[in-house]
C-alpha cells in the first residue's frame, strides 16, 4: 500500500517559488494505485486536483499550467510539484495522494498523505 508524506510547504511572497515533495513509499506503476497526484484544499473550498502523472504523461489543472510542473524520482520513490510563480489563490494545503484513475478527480484516489501548508502573500 501506497503510504504517501509531504513536506516542503512553507509561506512565500506571490510571485516566488516552492517544491514540495513526497516520498511515495509502496508505489509502483504497476500496481492497483499506479497514477499520482498532488491536490490542494484552501479553507472553506473543496479538495482540487492540481497536477497528476502516470508512466511519465502529465496533466494540470488550468489555473497551474504553465507555473507548476509534477516530476517523480523512481530511485528515491519520492514525487514532486515545482511551484514558479506563485499567487495568493494557491494558498492552500497541498496533499499528494495514488489512484488507479489518471484524472485530477480526487475520488479516484484512495491513499493520501497528512499535507503541507503553502501560503502565498500579496
Known amino acids: 500500500q501506497v503510504q504517501p508524506v509531504e513536506s516542503g510547504g512553507g509561506s512565500v511572497q506571490a510571485g516566488g517559488s516552492l517544491r514540495l515533495s513526497c516520498a511515495v513509499s509502496?508505489?509502483?506503476?504497476?500496481?492497483?494505485?499506479?497514477?499520482l497526484g498532488w491536490f490542494r484544499q484552501a479553507p472553506g473550498s473543496e479538495r482540487e486536483g492540481v497536477a497528476t502523472m502516470f508512466l511519465g504523461s502529465t496533466y494540470y489543472r488550468d489555473s497551474v499550467e504553465g507555473r507548476f510542473t509534477i516530476s517523480i524520482d523512481n530511485a528515491k520513490n519520492t514525487l514532486y510539484l515545482q511551484m514558479n510563480s506563485l499567487k495568493p489563490e494557491d494558498t492552500a494545503m497541498y496533499y499528494c495522494?495514488?489512484?488507479?484513475?489518471?484524472?485530477?478527480?480526487?475520488?479516484?484516489?484512495?491513499?493520501w498523505g497528512q499535507g503541507t501548508q503553502v501560503t502565498v502573500s500579496s
Open positions: 495522494a495514488a489512484g488507479w484513475i489518471w484524472t485530477l478527480d480526487a475520488s479516484f484516489y484512495a491513499s
Open positions: 509502496g508505489y509502483s506503476d504497476r500496481g492497483r494505485t499506479r497514477c
